[in-house]
């Protein structure tokens, strides 16, 4: 009961915090005002259905783009139902929405303007918006290639369209994703069985609970409709929300699921015997023979079939996926992780937090002055993006082997795409002896033979060229605590886990000098929740994997409760990681490094 009580109080003052921070948020939507010149010939709007914008309003939102050097804007209507008008102020934040290269933009409004230039790049990505949820994609989508030149506005005169019972519900599970629904049930079951089994603690939730609209746009610019009524019957809407809430299954992506399903069964009629190579009597390293299986565990991703194994080097300490993936294992098994079915998640979680990758492009303030930086395995560009800003001026260009980086060059992130294996693109890169910067971020860990990596960005980098390089450390007594929950092993993604001691071997067999380590700065802290999540996820796998059997109804309902169950558990993840960030923050301890190494002739 004790543990009730403090989650009841804790939550009632989260709640309340919250509706403060929303209020900042939502005061902080600018109003549009009225205008009268024409809109220039460059700007389309793009409306939900049913919409229709009279000539004042588009001369209005045409003077305000302009005025404030505007690609792409969203138009907000005034007296949005209380409801989405708060769930906008969750997944936007205005205060940084514009200044901010990658920044949440799922938002539900009633038109965009968007001027020839974006639309143009858009190209086949573009249709027009049927529902809040293809409003709020699209806008997200849009912020890609828009940057820093999109931003929201309110328009006090425009009404609200009408919304169809489930599009809220539908809308909650694309702004949040898979926790939508826990969160929700945890939400609910806290404030009504609170209210009557868990004393003054409970009321106290409840009444937080039912305040925090009111308090988040109450008096706001949002002027959202019926916010009194809402609030004080807000379990009853949530409900009827919670009961809409649904993953946006569209046709078109069933129908890939199924193709999908049909793909998978072809590629593993032979098991999964064919997706490795003979097992390495010796260490890749330093050619030791006495090997032990350190780590031995599954895919607690994706859940694709197969056992992934781990050698340890009992000489240099080396730890090397042994079997390794082979090339068709590969195929299989980043199959539709950083596309295809899985690119929307993959991208949002690129996508939250900007961080790590500021703390990767300061590294070199004041050791270099690049003109022009390769980033190997760019991924969907996020670094490159957010570099910019660290680095005004400088051409940043991007290599990966999957169909991300050539959308980072189509959004703008980066200024050229490469798609390919580095070492095989080496040549022809070092030919046009440019780059004095080579960054390869959690990159080397993927690949098959890190000192070919290292061997090939001495071959392009000319004597003074720099290499950052930032990786999972397999010294961290993390991943003994968590053994192969532990997320940096990674299988079966990560090949290599090197350490600092073999990386610097490596670095100064190819001609590099390290200059700076970060051994404790580089940490992430994510350990308790990031092995907490695939130890639940272990317990109830995702149920729509198309190499997986269908879900049967029992085993969907375990895979909706658990998480709601384990949420108390994961805030308390969360909050350990948070807690012990400092003392992890050294050796031995942090979950990650980055070493800083310059070319010698």
Known sequence: MAFWIFLSALMAVVWLLDGLRLRKRSKALPLLPRAEPEAAPDMHFILRPGVILDEST????????????????????????????????????????????????????????????????????????????????????????????????????????????????????????????????????????????????????????????????????VQSRGLLRFSIFRIFYDLHSFFHARKDQTADRKKILEESRVQYQQLLAAGTAPFFEAARPDCPICGSKRLKTAISSRDWIQFKPGVFKLSRCLDCAHLFQNPRLSIAGLNFYYKDFYDGLGKERTDTIFGRGKGPYVARAHMLKGQAQPRRWLDVGAGHGHFCCIARDQWPGVSFDGLDLNQGVLDAAKFGWIDRAFCGLFPDLAESLAKEGAYDVISMSHYLEHTRDPENEIAAAAKILPAGGHLMIELPDPESRFGRWFGSFWMPWFQPQHQHMLSARNLEQLLRKHSFETLTWHRGEAHHPVDFVFSLGLILNALAPPPDMPWRKPANLIQRLWNKLLIPLCLPLILLARILDKILAPLCRRPGWANSYRVLARRVA
């Not at 929405?97 to 009633?110: D, K, L, N, W």
């Not at 599009?167 to 609170?194: D, K, T, Y």
């Open 58 to 221: 588009r001369r209005a939102a045409a003077a305000y783009a302009q005025v404030h050097d505007l690609n792409v804007l969203v138009l907000l209507p005034a007296g949005l139902p209380a409801a989405e008008a708060l769930l906008n102020c969750q997944a936007v934040n205005p205060e940084d929405f514009r200044r901010e290269r990658i920044a949440s933009a799922r938002c539900s409004g009633e038109a965009i303007l968007v001027r020839s230039t974006v639309l143009e790049r858009l190209e086949e990505d573009y249709s027009p918006p049927q529902t809040a949820v293809d409003f709020a994609r699209l806008a997200d989508h849009l912020k890609k290639f828009a940057g820093t030149s999109m931003d929201l506005v309110i328009v006090p005169w425009l009404k609200a369209s009408p919304r169809g019972p489930r599009e809220l519900g539908a809308l909650m599970e694309f702004v949040f994703g898979g926790l939508a629904r826990p969160v929700m049930i945890m939400q609910l079951l806290l404030v009504s069985l609170g209210l009557v089994l868990i004393p003054i603690a409970g009321p106290l939730a409840f009444l937080s609970y039912h305040l925090q609209p009111l308090l988040a746009l109450g008096g706001t610019p």
